[in-house]
């Protein structure tokens, strides 16, 4: 997941290590751009889009993964820090997207990050490939409470990760590790994923 971020205002994601800065004025709201296009800042916009009770990332058993999901894609969560975890029920016909470790801050602090951070996931027992993701700018919205910033606004940062794609997954029952590392950040998640036909989650 990410780390709090630790700049003026703290941004923090869940499956990987993350820091930013975050405020502004208005709501999240979910993106319709493709799958493909500017993952960073969606995936930040996703994670700060919830209050920190019923937020993705610091959800410690996958009952709250549905929340503000776009339609395009699912996002899956890391951690502030330590292993969780988590089921979390997927709808068919989506490609799944998250990081294994990530954070948003400051151009030369994603550098530094960048330059230790390691991750690797296994879905169903087979390695999945992970993409680097070097320091993109990003503009990312976020409502009151969310566990990044703690409040409602839009900011622009720098993103940066490791982070890992999945095809649509086929129905049935899935195993997804995901292990992350910064430094001496280190993020975990165990994630049983259940895949129901028809495109219900």
Same mark, same amino acid.
Request: glycine content about 10%; proline content about 7%; charged content about 20%.
């Given at each position: ?125 087979? $390695?999945? $490939? ?61 994630? $049983? ?9």
């Amino acid at each position: 997941m990410s780390l709090r971020p630790a700049i003026p205002l703290l941004l923090v994601l869940g499956l990987v290590a993350g820091c930013g800065v975050a405020q502004g004025s208005g709501a999240a709201s979910k993106p319709k751009v493709a799958a493909s296009e500017n993952i960073q800042g969606r995936w930040w916009t996703w994670a700060a889009s919830e209050e920190e009770r019923t937020n993705p990332v610091t959800d410690t058993t996958g009952r709250f993964c549905d929340r503000n999901q776009p339609d395009d894609v699912w996002f899956l969560a890391g951690t502030f820090g330590g292993t969780y975890r988590r089921t979390c029920r997927v709808p068919a016909g989506r490609p799944v997207v998250f990081p294994l470790v990530n954070q948003i801050s400051t151009e030369q602090q994603c550098r530094m990050f960048m330059a230790t951070a390691t991750g690797k996931a296994t879905f169903d027992g087979k $390695t999945v $490939t992970p993409e680097r993701m070097e320091d993109d700018n990003v503009i990312v919205k976020g409502v009151v409470g969310n566990p990044l910033s703690g409040e409602e606004g839009t900011t622009t940062s720098y993103a940066c990760g490791v982070w890992a794609r999945l095809p649509p997954l086929k129905p049935g029952r899935h195993t997804l590790t995901i292990r992350g590392a910064s430094g001496s950040f280190r993020t975990g998640v165990d994630y $049983t994923l259940i895949v129901q036909p028809d495109q219900q989650a």
